[in-house]
T-cell receptor, first 115, second 111 residues
Framework: GAVVSQHPSWVICKSGTSVKIECRSL??????MFWYRQFPKQSLMLMAT?????????EQGVEKDKFLINHASLTLSTLTVTSAHPEDSSFYIC???????????FGQGTRLTVV | QKEVEQDPGPLSVPEGAIVSLNCTYS??????FMWYRQYSRKGPELLMY????GNKEDGRFTAQVDKSSKYISLFIRDSQPSDSATYLC???????????FGRGTSLIVHP
């Protein structure tokens, strides 16, 4: 299968600071990338969908000014959690799909802890 | 009613058993069906992808789609302790291809 690399795998930051998470498709062009949040023992919660060169489409209830998503190239999307607070602590996962391919491939996930 | 229903389990089976995991859905527009495996604290891994109705086999895994019943299944033969994980079904329609996920079934294969 295709490879999606997500970095960092874990991060601890202080309350009020910003954190950037990168998601890269290594062997295919990702026309669409998805960002999810996952709480323990729960399923994936879609936060936003981004298409290369376009603004991200956020799901209802997700603050776009807090979770900044950039999809500037066909292989890279970033999620920046701005002014992080302890309630933002979670597991964030990206996935990517190529043009004409419905199946999406996931990154390894990033565990964010805000202290 | 959720668009995709999946029993969270846990499902506990002995090593070597045949495992059956299932999802039902309500949106008749779904055409693409995926199964993912997720280990604890890891991102989901794509196991199987099928389009429309029918069967698909890959090693010990078989995916079945019955669109008339809006029911999909994943069978695991000769289950191993390393198969212990959460299995997520996902499906999407043409156009946006935004996947809708089930909540996942926790599988435990004990030696």
């Amino acid at each position: 299968g295709a490879v999606v690399s997500q970095h960092p795998s874990w991060v601890i930051c202080k309350s009020g600071t910003s954190v950037k998470i990168e998601c890269r498709s290594l062997d295919f062009q990702a026309t669409t990338m998805f960002w999810y949040r996952q709480f323990p023992k729960q399923s994936l919660m879609l936060m936003a969908t981004s298409n290369e060169g376009s603004k991200a489409t956020y799901e209802q209830g997700v603050e776009k000014d807090k979770f900044l998503i950039n999809h500037a190239s066909l292989t890279l999307s970033t999620l920046t959690v701005t002014s992080a607070h302890p309630e933002d602590s979670s597991f964030y996962i990206c996935s990517a799909r190529g043009r004409g391919h419905p199946e999406a491939f996931f990154g390894q996930g990033t565990r964010l802890t805000v202290v | 009613q959720k668009e995709v229903e999946q029993d969270p389990g846990p499902l506990s089976v002995p090593e070597g058993a045949i495992v059956s995991l299932n999802c039902t859905y309500s949106n008749s527009a779904f055409q693409y069906f995926m199964w993912y495996r997720q280990y604890s604290r890891k991102g989901p891994e794509l196991l199987m992808y099928t389009y429309s109705s029918g069967n698909k086999e890959d090693g010990r895994f078989t995916a079945q789609v019955d669109k008339s019943s809006k029911y999909i299944s994943l069978f695991i033969r000769d289950s191993q302790p390393s198969d212990s994980a959460t299995y997520l079904c996902a499906m999407s329609s043409g156009g946006s291809y935004i996947p809708t996920f089930g909540r996942g079934t926790s599988l435990i294969v004990h030696p």
